[in-house]
């Protein structure tokens, strides 16, 4: 079944600190990819995604590739800053389908 | 900016006792959905919903659990008989039209305890 496998956190960088965040999948068929973020008190909301291979998804200075030969959809920002501080999910969803499937999430915290 | 809204932000409850939690969705949004996250675990799919009826179920969504949309403007989960591993963050969402390549929309979620 389709599942998707997030890089352990909590992550915790200062200002300025270069980003990756780790996601790999696993489907049937050929997924949709995406990256939630949830800041504190908040919903989960889409920052950026990614509907077939070799699409690059950005957002706010965050870019992930849909990358089908490893299966991977990794997260990366070249600087981060404080505000970037949240938790973010790596989420597939089937094309045609109902239904999101996430992963775990990492908080990520950056300090000044 | 439309928002989907969730209330409670936090309901505590005892074991057997049946809670409802409650979701406005975005206004245009036909699809809805129930999520939940296990402290440390997943963000797990629960339940879809379209045009007045549940259009997809996960395993998790056994017959303690049921959904409505009793106004054309609220969007509830019920757990009839709410047991310890009940306890979870539950969000509610709501999309346009089918998931696949769109965007969920999420509320802020309700944090479940039951005690």
């Known amino acids: 079944g389709d599942s998707v496998t997030q890089m352990e956190g909590p992550v915790t960088l200062s200002e300025e600190a270069f980003l990756t965040i780790n996601c790999t999948y696993t489907?049937?068929?050929?997924?949709?990819l995406f990256w939630y973020v949830q800041y504190p008190g908040e919903g989960l909301q889409l920052l950026l995604k990614?509907?077939?291979?070799?699409d690059k998804g950005s957002n706010k200075g965050f870019e992930a590739t849909y990358r089908k030969e490893t299966t991977s959809f990794h997260l990366e920002k070249g600087s981060v800053q404080v505000s970037d501080s949240a938790v973010y999910f790596c989420a597939l969803s089937e094309t045609g389908a109902n239904n999101l499937f996430f992963g775990t999430g990492t908080r990520l915290t950056v300090i000044p | 900016e439309p928002e989907v809204t969730q209330t409670p932000s936090h309901q505590v409850t005892q074991m057997g006792q049946e809670v409802i939690l409650r979701c406005v969705p975005i206004?245009?949004?036909?699809?809805f959905y129930w999520y939940r996250q296990i402290l440390g675990q997943k963000v797990e799919f629960l339940v879809s919903f379209y045009n007045n009826e549940i259009s997809e179920k996960s395993e998790i969504f056994d017959d303690q659990f049921s959904v409505e949309r009793p106004d054309g403007s609220n969007f509830t989960l019920k757990i009839r008989s709410t047991k310890l591993e009940d306890s979870a963050m539950y969000f509610c969402?709501?999309?346009?039209?089918?998931?696949?390549?769109?965007?969920?929309?999420f509320g802020p979620g309700t944090r479940l305890t039951v005690t």
């Open positions: 206004s245009n949004h036909l699809y």
């Open positions: 489907a049937t068929g050929y997924p949709s």
């Open positions: 990614a509907t077939k291979a070799d």
């Open positions: 969402a709501s999309c346009p039209e089918v998931a696949g390549t769109h965007e969920q929309y």
